[in-house]
Structures are given as C-alpha cells and as structure tokens.
C-alpha cells in the first residue's frame, strides 16, 4: 500500500500537483524533542489501532474469498485454511451465466458515462453562474444550492413515477440521467471559476476574436481542471456506490450495478451456500479497484474538497 | 445589465444542459412528490371492488403519515441515531486529522490512505461485509469474544441500530477526516508560529487557533452527515436478512419505499418523501442558523 502512496506523483498533472504540494508546505512539521517522542509513540498507537479498525473487514475478506463455504463457517475467520481463491473467482464469474461481468460492466458504463457528462455539464454552468451576469443568476445559484441538500433519496420516489409515465424505468437510462447531473459540481465549479478564471483572460480571449463557447473549452476548462478532477471523483463514486436509485428504477437483473447484484446475491446466500462464495468473490472484486483508485488519488480529493469548504 | 447577444447565447448553450436535467432529475421530483401527496385512491362499491378513481385528498396523506406510530417511531429512530452517530464520527474524525498532523509527511500520508479506503467501498457492500462480521457462525470476532468468555449479539432488537451505526462510521469517519485535514492544511503557516512563539504548547494552538479555524469544515461535515443520517437505507436493508429487528418501517426512508412498491400506496409514499426532504432541510438550517448566531 505505501508502494502505491509514495508512486503516486508520477500520474499526476503538472498543476494540481503543484497546487496540492504548495498547500501541504504550509502545514506544521511535527515538533521533536525527548518529551515529544513519547507523545508521538502515542499518536502513532492510536493510529495504529484506529487503523486495524478500519482494515480488519477488508482483511477478513481477502480471507474468506479464498474459502469455501464450510470453510467459512468451519474455519478461524481470520486465519487462512484450505485456500481456493481460483476456484472461488471461477465460480463468481460463471455463476448463472456470466451475469457478474455484466453487473460490473454496467456499473463501469452508469459510473463512467454519468460522471464524465455531470462534470462536463457542472462546469458549463458553474462558469456561466460565475462569469456571466444576468438577472436571476443568483435566484438560479440558491436553486442549485437547495439541489444540493436535497435528500437524494427523497427524490429517488416521485422520479421513479415520472420516468414510469414516459416508460424509462427499467432501462440504462432510468439510472443514466439521474448521474448526469451534479449540483454539488456545479457549486464548486462557481467558487472555483470566480476565484481562478480572470476577467482579464476572457477579455483578451474576446479581443481575439474568439466565440464564447470556444472560450469555455479552449481556456476555462484547462484552468478548472483541478476542481474538474474532484467533481468527476466524487460523481463516479457517488454513482458507483448508489444502491437506492437503481433499487427503484430497475427490475430486469441484467441491468442492474454490482451494487445491487450482489445484495440480491447476499439474500440469497442464506438458502444457498454457494451464494455465500460469491457474495464474498464478487465484493471482494468490485472493492479493489475502487480501493486502488482512492489511494492513489488521494490528492485530488483534498485539493478540491478545501475549495468548498474554506470558502463556504 | 443585459449581455451582449453572443455572450447571451452562449450562457444559455452552456448552462442548457445541466438545467434542464436538473429540471428532470431534481424540481420534476419534487413538484411530482408534492402533487401526488394531495391525492388519494378511492375505491367505490361494495368492498372497494366498484373500480377507482384518484381524488383530491388535501392533507390528508400528511395526516395519515404524521398519525402513523410506526412512522413516527422512525423518526425517533434515526434521531437517537443521529444524536450519538453524528458527534461520535466527527469527533473521532477530527481527533484523526489532528493526530495525522502530528506525524511526518510519509506517514501521515499512509495513514490518511487507510482511514479513507473505505469511503471506496459502496455502502451496501461494507454493510455485507460488517454484516458477515456480526452473524453467529461466520464472524470471528464473536468467536474471538466468545473465547474470552463474552457473547455478544450484535444483531439484537437493541444491539442492532448501534452496529448499523458502526457501518456508518466505518464509511465516512475517513472522508469527513479528509475535509478537516483540507481546511487544516489551508492554516497559515506564520498564524502557528506566532502562537508558538508567544509559548503556545501544542494544545494550545490545537484547540485556540486550529479549532476555530477549521469551523468552516466542521459544519460542512455536520450538514452532510445530518441529511445522510435522515436518508438512513442501505445499511438496514442489507441486514434485513440476518436481523428480524429490521421492520418494513425501521428508518423513514424504508418506510416511504415499502409504502410505495409493497403496498403501492403511492400517495401515502409521496408524502413521506415530502416530509424527509421537509425534516432534511428545516435540521440542516436549524444547524446553521444555530451555529451562525454565535458571535465569531
């Protein structure tokens, strides 16, 4: 894990790293000292053990995946006994036809696809809400604002009538569309346009000749791309995570995201061992690469996380 | 002060597509949720078997909804939930950012890694995964304990809204961490040692100078954790299967979804939605007006 920690420079681009390292200076160096080295080997006791809390579930599912089912229920949890990781992975992914890819296929597609078009639209309209004046701009702000703390699932309800009356429920759209749109994007966009995007730019851009909408693509998206990065993260793992919407919109399994897949799996497991493999298989499968990802680009969530917090 | 026709064009061409699927995604909703909640089903002859009709039916969903023990218990629920989750997570949050401050950059880093892994991990999953760890048979841990002579039942009718409660700090403890160490960072470096230079310890500048300042982020997280803990869900739904303490109406947001697809009262449904994002918005601003009056 540290490996990946320290290689992490190296896929970054040029400014947000440089933005994320100029941050970091201004922190503290921890102080040192001989009364100072107790304390610290306090600190790091408590991290320590603050850190088994939040790996052992992890832990214990790198260790079950490997068993079979009586060796789930046989076996020491913690410890390993007769591994059969292969024959686990095998058995997720063959299971009932090949429905596991399919599940992790859709979710890339529902992610992937929501998450590039949301931050694409969130930064349209942050730049528009931040450079451009017009009457009920700011009544459009407090709007997008509401939007944001808006209970997600209070919406999930009356949206699955809506998309029911035009026939989308039950298709990639129905979990498509609701992806697409991020007022929590748009919000960090708009502080982060106004603060970073200068007039002085735009007009020059503007006494080139250039169209507005050229503008929008050629200059202010290179500069947003910080906050861009951010809101793509946060979209693709708020969707990725999304259980309740999908629950709702969808009925047909071979649309469903892993999500809901595996829980339909995991109620299942109770009645059929089998199941009980690939519940812990197929968690375990879609856990890493998420898992992988947050590691490495840490960073990012950071840098874009202090524009909307400190300038609330 | 009207724009210039270009610039005019180009703020609706640009702005067009996130308003309009925000118009789809998010006021369609809730203009929808309201509308339906005045309406009701009437069913005419003789035990209803007439056919039906929708009728306006006033406040009467409200009514319904807000006289509902089972529904109200909810509320209660999430609230206790609430009131002990949301503190606890912060607090252990911010103590963790503090610490990690502490430490060298390197470790610092690989420490801020582990505690934010599990925001990766979809909520229903970690659910599966604590779900396992709280099951008589499959977790270790209650072998472990077992062993030592203790026999705990995480899934008990009491026991078992204090391990959703677990889940729900295992996930965003790291991620809410993450937001104070981001404000912590943003701390201007001579402001620290000014304090330090004028004796300062280090508990000092921790609780004088880097508290206050790190307000901002602490209300943001509050906010964030008041609206997840009202939309309470995943969690209790996955241990549904292991825990028959988990009724059809356990947290609101479960009552309103079985209201909706197990007795298909849409109406009834529509209201309880109306009421969470209502309850989300009147707590969320409650909190901020409260923590806003206080002189800075």
Redesign the interface.
């Known amino acids: 894990m540290r490996a990946v920690t320290r290689s992490r420079p190296a896929v970054l681009p040029g400014r947000a790293a440089g933005r994320s390292a100029g941050v970091r200076e201004t922190g503290t160096a921890g102080p040192a000292g001989p009364r100072n080295r107790a304390t610290r080997i306090v600190v790091v006791g408590v991290l320590v053990v603050v850190a088994i809390y939040f790996l052992v579930p992890v832990y214990w599912l790198i260790v079950a995946s490997t068993k079979s089912p009586a060796g789930i229920y046989g076996s020491q949890g913690f410890l390993f006994s007769n591994p059969m990781f292969a024959t686990n992975m095998v058995q997720v992914f063959t299971y009932d036809g090949d429905i596991y890819t399919r599940w992790l296929v859709n979710t890339v597609l529902y992610a992937g696809v929501g998450a590039v078009l949301a931050t694409l639209f969130a930064a349209a309209a942050g730049y528009v809400l931040a450079k451009y004046e017009f009457r009920g701009r700011r009544a459009l702000f407090n709007l997008v604002l509401a939007g944001v703390l808006v209970p997600a699932t209070a919406l999930a309800l009356p949206m699955y009538q809506l998309f029911a009356s035009v026939n989308l429920t039950n298709t990639y759209w129905a979990v498509l569309i609701p992806g697409m749109v991020s007022p929590f994007g748009v919000y960090l966009c708009r502080i982060y346009a106004e603060a970073a995007v200068p007039d002085t730019v735009l007009e020059a851009a503007r006494i080139d000749g250039s169209g507005e909408v050229r503008i929008f693509f050629r200059v202010v998206l290179r500069i947003l791309t910080p906050v861009l990065v951010t809101v793509f993260l946060f979209q693709f793992v708020g969707i990725w995570n999304n259980y309740f919407l999908p629950l709702v919109m969808l009925s047909s399994n071979s649309l469903y995201p892993i999500t809901l897949g595996l829980t339909t799996w995991q109620a299942g497991s109770i009645r059929v061992p089998e199941l009980l493999q690939t519940t812990i298989g197929g968690a375990l499968v879609s856990v890493i690469p998420l898992a992988v990802a947050m590691i490495v680009l840490q960073r990012f969530w950071q840098g874009g996380l202090t524009e909307g917090a400190v300038k609330q | ?3 210039p026709r ?6 609706i ?3 067009a ?3 309009v ?2 118009a ?7 203009l ?2 309201l509308y ?1 909640s005045l309406l009701k089903t009437q069913h005419s002859g003789y035990l209803g078997l007439g056919g039906s009709r929708i009728v306006f039916a006033g406040l009467s969903n409200y009514w319904l909804a807000l006289h509902e023990p089972e529904f109200l218990a909810s509320y209660g629920r999430v609230l206790l939930f609430g009131i002990v989750q949301v503190p606890v997570m912060i607090i ?1 949050a911010t103590v ?1 950012a503090f ?9 610092s ?18 659910s ?6 709280y099951v008589p ?5 209650i ?2 304990l077992h062993d030592v002579g203790i026999s705990p039942d995480f899934l008990g009718y009491h026991e078992v809204l204090w391990s959703i409660a677990n889940i729900v700090v ?1 996930e965003f403890t ?1 991620y809410n961490m ?2 104070i ?9 001579d402001l ?2 000014a304090a330090r230079a004028d004796g300062a310890g ?1 508990w000092k500048t921790n609780l004088h100078i880097r508290l206050p300042l790190i307000r ?2 602490l ?2 997280t509050v ?1 964030f954790s008041i ?1 997840g803990t ?2 309470l ?2 969690e209790p ?2 241990l549904i ?1 292991y825990s028959p303490y988990i009724t059809s109406s356990y947290t609101p ?1 479960i009552a ?2 079985n209201q ?2 197990t007795d298909n009262n ?1 109406n009834l ?2 209201a309880e ?2 009421i ?2 209502v309850v ?2 009147a707590l ?1 601003f409650g909190f901020l007006s409260l923590v806003n009056r206080r002189p800075r």
């Open positions: 002060m009207a724009l270009a610039q005019r064009r180009a703020a061409f640009l702005g597509p996130f308003f699927l925000f789809v995604a998010f006021v369609a909703p809730i929808d949720a339906n252990l963790l610490l990690l401050e502490m430490l060298s950059r390197r470790w880093s690989f420490f801020r890694a582990t505690f934010f892994l599990p925001y990766g991990v979809p909520g229903v999953i970690a599966i995964l604590w779900g396992f760890l048979g499959v977790s270790p841990i072998s472990l295992w790291g993450l937001i160490v981001a404000q912590l960072k943003a701390i201007p470096r620290i040692e280090t901002p982020a209300i943001l906010v609206i009202l939309q869900f995943n739904q996955v299967t947001n309103a979804y909706a697809f849409v449904a529509s939605a109306v969470l994002a989300a918005a969320s």
